[in-house]
């Protein structure tokens, strides 16, 4: 059983940053494929980024490429999501999962990803 939790939203400006991280419970953190999604109200739940166990596939969706990095700390079990030129539209609640297979065909889909956290907000004003 792993547990997820989210730290580091807020408020900040549009133009502004934003460090994200989530913690796992559990001694297999190092072995999880790892993802970070949002959610706003009456949108899908959206993928953002993932990464692999040892950091060797790393995936952005369009809308943050460029202006998101994502990371992880394995003996730490922390991963990280860094948020710079924040927009209005990157504002919603964001979500750390974690998949049940190392390697999942399709890392952009939620159903890859048995385990979530329980979120943390990001509000990006203009």
């Known amino acids: 059983q792993v547990q997820l939790v989210e730290s580091g939203g807020g408020l900040v400006q549009s133009g502004g940053s934003l460090r994200l991280s989530c913690t796992a419970s559990?001694?297999?953190?190092?072995?999880?494929?790892m993802a970070w999604f949002r959610q706003i109200p009456g949108k899908e739940r959206e993928f953002v980024a993932s990464?692999?166990?040892?950091?060797?596939?790393?995936y952005y969706t369009d809308s943050v490429r460029g202006r998101f990095t994502i990371s992880r700390d394995n003996a730490k079990d922390v991963m990280y999501l860094q948020m710079n030129s924040l927009k209005p539209e990157d504002t919603a609640v964001y979500l750390c999962a974690a998949a049940t297979s190392r390697g999942p065909p399709y890392p952009f889909r939620p159903v890859e990803y048995g385990y979530w956290g329980q979120g943390t907000q990001v509000t990006v004003s203009s």
């Open positions: 990464i692999a166990w040892n950091r060797g596939a790393i």
């Open positions: 559990g001694p297999t953190f190092s072995t999880l494929h």
